[in-house]
């Protein structure tokens, strides 16, 4: 399979949350805001990654009828990371952690990866039979 305009839209939102920490935690700019703000824009710009490719979401999840589902342990995999993302990212919002921030950009970068190794790996007939499952485009 290969990757989408969506994935590189995911790609974008990841590496900007992790550029923006990055800076931040770096002292280099952005030394007015808080721990809090940073979190609230890291934990938007993840939200943001995670909705620009909701369509595979529903494929993993098996909201999406006739397209087959990757293994079970990737859907576990991926539930368990993301959840993590999101209990540090609402601690992280909540108590102003700095620690919670860092674990919330780097369980935001392990879905990243997980996603898109899932997708440049799936097989070619995953591909293939996704597309001949897909409704016709209403004329």
Request: charged letters at 10%; one cysteine or more.
């Amino acid at each position: 399979m290969r990757l989408t305009l969506r994935d590189g839209l995911a790609t974008l939102f990841v590496c900007s949350a992790g550029a923006v920490y990055g800076i931040w935690a770096s002292r280099t700019a952005m030394t007015g805001l808080s721990t809090r703000d940073i979190a609230a824009v890291v934990f938007g710009l993840g939200w943001a990654a995670c909705l620009a490719d909701k369509n595979e979401m529903a494929v993993v999840y098996g909201a999406a009828r006739g397209r087959p589902r990757p293994p079970v342990a990737y859907a576990v995999l991926a539930s368990a990371v993301g959840a993590l993302a999101l209990l540090t990212g609402i601690t992280a919002l909540v108590n102003a952690s700095g620690t919670m921030l860092a674990l919330l950009v780097t369980f935001m970068c392990g879905m990243w990866m997980l996603a898109t190794a899932r997708h440049l790996l799936a097989r070619s007939t995953y591909s293939a039979v996704s597309s001949a499952a897909r409704p016709p485009k209403a004329a």
